[in-house]
């Protein structure tokens, strides 16, 4: 899901891509009703699209900015593929979670990826013989606790909900991610970033009333 969603950066606008990796949460609710069972009621399908025209608000301004959509099929195929395998993925975890304790799967969630990546990036770092910085060993520190803690947290939350219901939380991203942009880089949100959380915390606030 990483590479594919990588590869699409490479090749589509980021609003783009943003959007066509947000269906994965409606991916979840479907797929959890026929592979976990769960109830596809009509409260979880609405609150799951009403995130995912939260994302669509948001993303649409920057795609307007462009002249067209890209059109480049590698690029969408990239995406879509990123998008359903991260279902696939989470709709996995919570099967897991409720047989696995929490350390287990994210050990093997970070032990593996770790095993299939590591030749790729070695010879890479041979070849440009630019050795990180310190502040770099640290920020790759801060990113791998970050990732751990994160992964820790979904495993919990899978264990204790349905992922049908859980699915629009995915779309908690775009928010945190205006208010970091903001503190951070001084980004301020526009109109359409404000209209498009206040959509997406609608949705949570939704399916937190559905999980009680």
């Known amino acids: 899901s990483t590479v594919l969603f990588f590869l699409a950066l490479r090749r589509l606008p980021f609003a783009e891509v943003l959007t066509l990796s947000y269906l994965s949460p409606l991916m979840v609710a479907l797929m959890a009703t ?31 900015d462009q002249q067209a959509v890209s059109g480049d099929l590698y690029g969408i195929g990239a995406a879509m593929g990123s ?47 630019a050795p990180p910085t310190i502040p770099v060993w640290f920020a790759f520190a801060l990113v791998g606790t970050v990732n751990v803690g994160g992964h820790f947290l979904l495993t919990w939350a899978y264990r204790r909900a349905q992922a049908g219901i859980l699915a629009s939380a ?24 404000w209209t498009g959380a206040v959509l997406i915390l609608g949705a949570c606030l939704i399916v937190t009333r559905l999980g009680k």
């Open 34 to 64: 026929y592979v976990l069972g769960e109830r596809l009621s009509a409260g979880v399908l609405g609150a799951v699209s009403l995130g995912l025209c939260g994302v669509g608000v948001i993303a649409w301004s920057s795609l307007t």
């Open 170 to 193: 995915d779309y908690l991203a775009l928010p945190y991610a205006a208010i970091l942009g903001f503190f951070l880089f001084g980004e301020v949100p526009t109109p359409a970033v």
């Open 83 to 129: 998008a359903v395998m991260y279902a696939v993925n989470n709709v996995m975890l919570r099967s897991q979670a409720q047989r696995d304790s929490s350390t287990s799967i994210v050990l093997v969630q970070q032990i593996v990826p770790a095993l299939v990546t590591m030749p790729m990036p070695m010879p890479m770092a041979v070849a440009t013989r």
